[in-house]
């Protein structure tokens, strides 16, 4: 995903962990050293953060419109957040910021901290998971009406109209 499609502000780290696993190939970013650095994961830390990424791709489904499959095992995000609680810290200006509890934050906090930046600015609705069953990757819905179904029109879309196009002729 190009940096010009990416997500804004917070919901870009939310994406990017999201979409540390490929389900159409099953290649999970985290499994390597490269990949935990790049979140500030040491290897005992990717248990609690894949529970986490699927928390939160269960959340992209359903700002889609989309539920998990019935036999997933999915943490309720609210209850992987409650170890992030957050504060409302107010500076000079009068500007009020919602902060983790404790400092420096971890993946966790950050990814609260994240999700209540995002809910106030009216943005985490947009952040989804693609209808594409062997896809998930999680993008970010910048159409005016908030609909989109897929993380790209080219790939995922044109398969899933292919799909129906040949359904209906068959």
Request: glycine share 8%.
């Amino acid at each position: 995903m190009s940096a010009k499609n990416a997500a804004p502000g917070g919901l870009a780290l939310i994406e990017a962990l999201v979409n540390t696993l490929d389900t159409e190939t099953g290649a999970d970013t985290l499994d390597t050293a490269e990949g935990r650095a790049a979140f500030g994961l040491v290897e005992a830390d990717v248990p609690d953060v894949r529970a986490l990424r699927e928390a939160l791709r269960a959340a992209c489904l359903a700002h889609a419109g989309h539920r998990p499959a019935e036999d997933a095992e999915v943490p309720e995000l609210d209850h992987l957040l409650a170890a992030a609680p957050l504060r409302v810290t107010v500076d000079a200006a009068g500007t009020a910021a919602l902060r983790p509890v404790e400092e420096p934050a971890g993946l966790t906090a950050r990814v609260a901290r994240a999700i209540a930046e995002a809910a106030a600015d009216g943005t985490w609705a947009r952040l989804k998971a693609c209808e594409a069953d062997d896809c998930r990757w999680a993008y970010y819905d910048r159409s005016p009406a908030g609909r989109r179904r897929w993380c790209s029109m080219s790939v995922c879309g044109a398969r899933a109209k292919m799909r129906a196009y040949r359904a209906r002729q068959g």
